[in-house]
T-cell receptor
Framework: DQQVKQNSPSLSVQEGRISILNCDYTNSMFDYFLWYKKYPAEGPTFLISISSIKDKNEDGRFTVFLNKSAKHLSLHIVPSQPGDSAVYFCAAQGAQKLVFGQGTRLTINP | EAQVTQNPRYLITVTGKKLTVTCSQNMNHEYMSWYRQDPGLGLRQIYYSMNVEVTDKGDVPEGYKVSRKEKRNFPLILESPSPNQTSLYFC???????????FGQGTRLTVV
């Protein structure tokens, strides 16, 4: 049973436009949510996080939105750049465990 | 430089031959964990450790063991590997479970 789901395996966006990556979760006990980015042949790297008591967190070009009633979070990247092409994982933390989604492959086209 | 070091990077082994994948971090982090990455399934947590001598099961612990005798090291042990443990493995460390995690570069394991 997948507690954290990223329903879009891939997303293609034009350079300079906004990229929106989505993530849904089922467990209301999760209290932190994080996004990681992964390039081929490397480990994931941390991007941005949000506590369950907030609904938005912004860091430069990256903004994460949390909708607790819908159990949904999204990552907005604006403007999108070629170096943003990677696999993005959302993760939810609760009871000392970290649960990841399946990942979304983002491709930024010139 | 802050880093998590895993060894080996690549490993091919035969069914039933015990192996250990090492993981070491230099950031004095409390929390360490192991994940496996499989196509379509994302990253799944195998085991985690909140501190020295404190370990607990993640979502897919069957067939794996861990130990945390020192804060910096968190080896993953496969006592009797099977082909369904063929995967890409990542070790990670963070100050707490909900803070930024630093990942190793991964170990690609093939069990034949």
């Amino acid at each position: 049973d997948q507690q954290v789901k990223q329903n879009s395996p891939s997303l293609s966006v034009q350079e300079g436009r906004i990229s929106i990556l989505n993530c849904d979760y089922t467990n209301s006990m999760f209290d932190y949510f994080l996004w990681y980015k992964k390039y081929p042949a490397e480990g994931p790297t941390f991007l941005i996080s949000i506590s369950s008591i907030k609904d938005k967190n912004e860091d430069g070009r990256f903004t994460v939105f949390l909708n607790k009633s819908a159990k949904h979070l999204s990552l907005h990247i604006v403007p999108s750049q070629p170096g943003d092409s990677a696999v993005y994982f959302c993760a939810a933390q609760g009871a000392q465990k970290l649960v990841f989604g399946q990942g979304t492959r983002l491709t930024i086209n010139p | 430089e802050a880093q998590v070091t895993q060894n080996p990077r690549y490993l091919i082994t035969v069914t039933g031959k015990k192996l250990t994948v090492t993981c070491s971090q230099n950031m004095n982090h409390e929390y360490m964990s192991w994940y496996r990455q499989d196509p379509g399934l994302g990253l799944r947590q195998i085991y985690y450790s909140m501190n020295v001598e404190v370990t607990d099961k993640g979502d897919v612990p069957e067939g794996y063991k861990v130990s945390r005798k020192e804060k910096r090291n968190f080896p993953l042990i496969l006592e009797s590997p099977s082909p369904n443990q063929t995967s890409l493995y990542f070790c990670a460390s963070s100050l707490y479970p909900n803070t930024e995690a630093f990942f190793g570069q991964g170990t690609r394991l093939t069990v034949v």
